[in-house]
């Protein structure tokens, strides 16, 4: 049994054959022949190549958290989620949230902290997701939308917020849950009093 500890001790599986059945500029579909360490052999072992993901919780100053709402075809539901976008340009994933957020919302901030990163679903997919909390976040623009996109701004009480998360009373992305545990740890290791719904 392993005490938990940060270091792997299980070898990386050895791809035996790897071909692409399908790409556009969202993402690939790759099948995998691999051979585990076992010397058991997978095949085929679909993994889906995708760009990073970024997402903030931006918080204005009269602490209400900006959400956007869109229907999601692959759910079937209209839901209302945190900015988030694909992190598919040059440059550090702050750039892109700060253009995700802008765009999608037209609010800014000058207040960023880096919440950190996790793989969004290690098993099939590639990429990482990087999470930012965006604090004093104003409007400064109206929001700039792709021809793909169908989006409503909405400015809710962070208080409310969290209490209808913890009622099951609203729905998020399981990458966004991940997002508000990490904003948690946050708002306990900085004590920062604009995060203290965090700690109710």
């Not at 209209?78 to 702050?94: A, Q, Y």
């Not at 409310?160 to 508000?180: E, I, S």
């Amino acid at each position: 049994m392993s005490d938990g500890s940060k270091t792997a001790t299980i070898a990386p599986w050895q791809v035996i054959d790897s071909k692409y059945n399908y790409r556009d500029r969202w993402l690939a579909l790759r099948s995998d022949t691999v051979r585990l360490p076992n010397g058991r052999v997978l095949a085929p072992y679909h993994v889906v190549e995708q760009p990073d993901w970024v997402t903030a919780v931006a918080l204005t100053p009269d602490g209400k958290i900006v959400l956007v709402e869109e229907y999601r075809h692959g759910a079937r539901q209209t839901v209302i989620e945190l900015p988030s976008g694909i992190h598919d340009k040059p440059g550090e994933p702050l750039a892109a949230i700060k253009r995700e957020l802008l765009e999608e919302t037209g609010f800014s901030s000058d207040e960023w902290t880096s919440l950190g990163s996790f793989f969004a679903n290690a098993p099939r997919l590639d990429n990482r997701v990087h999470c930012f909390l965006a604090l004093g976040a104003r409007k400064v623009a109206e929001p700039e939308l792709d021809d793909g996109e169908v989006l409503l701004t909405h400015e809710v009480p962070l208080a409310a917020f969290l209490a209808d998360l913890q009622a099951g009373r609203r729905t998020l992305h399981g990458f966004q849950g991940g997002v508000m545990w990490l904003l948690a740890n946050h708002a306990r290791r900085s004590a920062d009093p604009r995060l203290a719904a965090f700690l109710a």
